[in-house]
């Protein structure tokens, strides 16, 4: 068997989100489901708007935590565009399974497959200007390996995972230590072998944070002449593009072609896992319709 495109978090990270849904969701059980006679049964899922799909692997271990023997036949891959209307997944297992699993199951794969879906917008935005789309760290409480698992089948890229694996000066950090040059030489210090972003405000701090050296600058809220200087600096002698510029803060889809033409090396978005609009799905018991 290949490898999947896009390898999905450790399967235990899966596995105890899934746990968590499941327990939230059924408790000490399903009351309805278990009005049924637990007969072996057949559903399918039908995709009811354009999307990306992303979750396979959290939708899979739902119907798996609670019927082992559950067949699930896949007709889409991860990070496939699909069309409305089309059913994606067959399943065949016990009917009081299918049912008590249908809900945290799709929650997963609408949550996920949104933030995949509007990722992939953002990155066709931006395509050929040689940008990369990053996430950032708002993501919905409990789900972060699982959402920017789904930034990446959307195409984008990962900004710093949490708080642990990455130093990020921003200007409260830079104001404690009086100077850019000083906040980087604290940091290098302390954590010499982590990544350091450095957050700068205006273009003095810009040639500061270049001159001193760190693994990428974000350029926050510049306007677009400070913007393109910042990337006309950047680019330049003496530096000549060795460190990254990063766009943040108020970026939207209208914006994002012109931000990407500048010449920045990438922009981080908060509303790839902020703003999610679920994608609409639904699973239904019985074989799919004809055609």
């Not at 007969?39 to 354009?50: I, R």
């Not at 271990?61 to 067959?90: F, M, N, Q, S, Y």
């Not at 350091?196 to 944070?209: N, W």
């Not at 939207?252 to 033409?261: K, P, S, W």
Request: proline share 6%; glycine share 8%.
């Amino acid at each position: 068997m290949s490898a999947p495109r896009y390898p999905p978090p450790p399967a235990d990270v899966v596995a105890a989100d899934v746990a968590a849904a499941l327990a939230e969701d059924i408790g000490p059980g399903d009351a309805t489901a278990s009005l049924l006679d637990d007969a072996p049964d057949s559903a399918y899922l039908l995709c009811k708007e354009d999307c990306v799909v992303a979750g396979r692997p959290w939708f899979d271990a739902c119907h798996r935590a609670l019927d082992p023997g559950v067949r699930i036949a896949w007709r889409c891959d991860e990070g496939d565009r699909i069309a409305k209307g089309t059913v994606i997944a067959t399943l065949v297992g016990r009917n009081r399974a299918l049912v008590s699993a249908e809900r945290a199951s799709l929650n997963f794969l609408q949550t996920l497959s949104g933030t995949a879906t509007i990722t992939a917008r953002y990155v066709d935005a931006v395509h050929g200007t040689g940008a990369a789309i990053l996430d950032t760290r708002k993501t919905l409480p409990g789900l972060r390996m699982a959402q920017k698992y789904a930034v990446r089948v959307g195409g984008g890229n990962n900004h710093r995972l949490a708080l642990f694996d990455a130093v990020m000066l921003k200007e409260n950090h830079i104001r404690a230590f009086g100077s850019v040059a000083a906040a980087i030489a604290r940091a290098r210090t302390l954590h010499p072998s982590l990544p350091l972003i450095v957050e700068v405000e205006t273009l003095e701090q810009l040639h500061e944070a270049l001159a001193t050296g760190c693994t990428r600058v974000l350029i926050d809220d510049f306007d677009a002449d400070t913007r393109r200087e910042a990337v006309r600096i950047a680019k330049g002698a003496p530096y000549l593009g060795r460190i990254p510029l990063e766009v943040s803060g108020g970026v939207d889809l209208a914006g994002l072609r012109g931000i990407a033409e500048d010449g920045v090396d990438c922009i981080s978005v908060g509303a790839l896992t902020k703003h999610v609009h679920a994608i609409d799905f639904s699973l239904k018991l019985g074989p799919p319709p004809a055609g």
